[in-house]
């Protein structure tokens, strides 16, 4: 077995310890900027809006029957058939069964206080349905059939979107470049550079306030002229809020 030096030993051990504590401190530096403490110090806070501005696809409509009759039963019998006429109407515009719904329907007597506590003098029927239309064209000639197939109120036309979700997405992605280009344009003014970015929310909001069109289209039908209504755009929004580190 041949003899190795004590000096070499302490060498190569001294030479090795060095190499370890060279290897550790690399390490050490390495993870601390890569998990380096970001203080508030060193931090941007922005807030943005993106904005798309698109045209509705669907309207809705409300729409309602009301009858008056001497019996409960006499009330309700009428405005059943009335609402069973404006509903087959809808329906054979093409309407499909799903976008028609029944919204409310009260049944209420009347009273006459002109003496005594009040008698009853009869019955009150109301029923309204609530219409959704994917075909912008035919909505004027909706609200003209209605009319003229037993609706006697008409209660508004909101204009919205079949697919909302997709709208706001491209806000949200419109805020976020906003949001990106605003912290780029600070930090070059103040003469630092922009990090990655640190955390980012969305406030509440985004969708427009629903369009209405006027109310009172041709009550009573006959010779009137068909209702134009025009559906218009809207803005659909979305804000933001984001940090980006900066250094």
């Known amino acids: 077995m041949q003899f190795i030096p004590k000096w070499l030993v302490q060498t190569i051990a001294a030479v090795g310890a060095v190499l370890l ?3 550790t401190i690399s390490q050490l530096y390495t993870v601390k ?6 203080d508030d110090k ?31 039963i006499d009330a309700q019998n009428a405005n059943t058939n009335l609402a069973n006429k404006m509903i087959a109407f809808v329906k054979g515009q093409g309407v499909e069964d799903k976008d028609v ?12 206080y002109t003496k005594g ?14 219409v959704k239309v994917n075909d912008l064209e035919k909505v004027g000639k909706i609200l003209d059939g209605l009319t003229k197939n037993g609706a006697n109120q008409i209660n508004g036309v909101n204009y919205t979107f079949q697919d909302p979700d997709n709208f706001r997405e491209q806000a949200r992605e419109a805020a976020l470049k ?9 930090a070059r003014a103040a003469g630092v550079r922009l990090g990655k ?5 969305e406030n509440s909001g985004g969708m427009p306030i629903p369009y209405y069109a006027d109310k009172g289209y041709g009550m009573g039908g006959g010779g009137a002229a068909v209702p134009s209504v025009e559906p218009g755009v809207q803005d659909i ?11």
């Open 42 to 72: 060193h931090i941007i806070n922005i807030s943005a809006e993106g904005k798309v501005t698109v045209k509705p696809d669907q309207a809705i409509v409300n729409a309602g029957v009301q009858t008056d009759g001497a019996t409960a």
């Open 21 to 23: 504590v060279a290897l």
């Open 237 to 247: 929004t979305a804000q933001i809020s984001v940090s980006y580190e900066i250094y």
């Open 117 to 130: 506590n009040g008698q009853i003098t009869g019955y009150t029927a109301n029923q309204s349905v609530t």
């Open 101 to 112: 719904s029944t919204s409310g329907y009260n049944l209420y007597p009347k009273y006459d």
């Open 197 to 201: 970015l640190i955390t980012f929310s």
């Open 178 to 186: 906003n949001a990106r280009e605003k912290a780029e344009n600070l």
């Open 33 to 38: 900027n890569k998990f380096r403490e970001i």
